[in-house]
């Protein structure tokens, strides 16, 4: 049982180039997240998915894309990073009416 | 919009000796629940104690309790007996109980990193 698992844990882009965060679960759950984290502003959600098929908007969504391709995994897209995009991501899921969120490692990402 | 706001961005404390960490929030919702999460330097993302709005009692977890204050929107987290090991980024963070466009999602405080003095 890994939890929630993220790739890749580092990267590095320059200004312009795409790339997809992979993210998976294996517990089972419907919902699953999407944060950013930096310094001196805790995380904040880019983009969630409440069940299989479904995905929203959280409070940062602007350059970013999501899909859930299935139960298990939530990916996050850049389609064209800039330097703003700089940041740790953290993806996290939550099952049924559970409280708690789990989180994976992260991935750090610079954009240069 | 739910905001809530850590005015600690650090705080030091000797090893053995007690702690506590600020967390204020602001929501017009009467229930909901507030966590506190601890951040190492491996960076995962645990948690570390929570709390239910419409319950009084104060949530303990071993040496970590809550002061929770609803009417002040208050809910600080007291480490006890602290330990090298509590040495982290940590931080509070609201989740609503409503459905909808809530869905589960938690608003984080700004963090507060702890260190311990051996």
């Known amino acids: 049982n890994a939890g929630v698992t993220q790739t890749p844990k580092f990267q590095v882009l320059k200004t312009g180039q795409s790339m997809t965060l992979q993210c998976a679960q294996d517990?089972?759950?419907?919902?699953m997240y999407w944060y950013r984290q930096d310094p001196g502003m805790g995380l904040r959600l880019i983009y969630y998915s409440a069940s299989e098929g479904t995905t929203d908007k959280g409070e940062v969504p602007n350059g970013y894309n999501v899909s859930r391709l299935n139960k298990r995994e939530f990916s996050l897209r850049l389609e064209s990073a800039a330097p703003s995009q700089t940041s740790v991501y953290f993806c996290?899921?939550?099952?049924?009416?559970?409280?708690?969120?789990?989180f994976g490692p992260g991935t750090r990402l610079t954009v240069t | 919009a739910q905001t809530v706001t850590q005015s600690q961005p650090e705080m030091s404390v000797q090893e053995a000796e007690t702690v506590t960490l600020s967390c204020t929030y602001d929501?017009?919702?009467?229930?909901?629940?507030l966590f506190w999460y601890k951040q190492p330097p491996s960076r995962q993302m645990i948690l570390v104690i929570r709390?239910?709005?419409?319950?009084?009692q104060n949530a303990t977890e071993n040496r970590f309790s809550v002061n929770f204050q609803k009417a002040a929107k208050s809910f600080s987290l007291k480490i006890s007996d602290s330990q090298l090991g509590d040495a982290a980024m940590y931080f509070c963070a609201y989740r609503s109980k409503a459905g909808g466009t809530s869905y589960g999602k938690l608003t984080f405080g700004q963090g507060t990193i702890l260190t311990v003095h051996p």
């Open positions: 929501t017009s919702e009467s229930d909901y629940y």
């Open positions: 517990m089972n759950h419907n919902s």
């Open positions: 709390q239910e709005a419409y319950k009084q």
């Open positions: 996290a899921s939550r099952g049924g009416s559970s409280y708690e969120q789990y």
